[in-house]
């Protein structure tokens, strides 16, 4: 059984940075792909960005320049420093793992960008 579990997010004013965590438990393959989607009211789910075990990186356009995903192998944890921070960024983000066929998802922590 797979778990992941995210931290960090919160509410901040437009041009700030939060950073989220995600911690993932279980049986880990050594090769898989982790990343951050988001989901904002009413909208689907889109992607953020992921990257590989290897340390390819991908990023949506709309965040490209303001966020940065990182991982720690060794502790199976994924980071997403973000920056600059806009009101459209306002949504619940979620954790992802892919590794071979199967997909698991965090249960979510919500940002919020605001005045």
């Known amino acids: 059984q797979v778990q992941l579990v995210e931290s960090g997010g919160g509410l901040v004013q437009p041009g700030g940075s939060l950073r989220l965590s995600c911690e993932a438990s279980?049986?880990?393959?050594?090769?898989?792909?982790m990343g951050w989607y988001r989901q904002a009211p009413g909208k689907q789910r889109e992607l953020v960005a992921t990257?590989?075990?290897?340390?390819?990186?991908n990023y949506a356009d709309s965040v490209k320049g303001r966020f940065t995903i990182s991982r720690d192998n060794g502790k199976n944890t994924v980071y997403l420093q973000m920056n600059i921070l806009k009101p459209e960024d306002t949504a619940v983000y979620y954790c992802?793992?892919?590794?071979?066929?199967?997909?698991?998802w965090g249960q979510g922590t919500q940002v919020t960008v605001s005045s």
């Open positions: 992802n793992l892919k590794m071979v066929m199967l997909n698991y």
């Open positions: 990257i590989t075990s290897g340390g390819s990186t």
């Open positions: 279980g049986s880990i393959f050594s090769i898989n792909t």
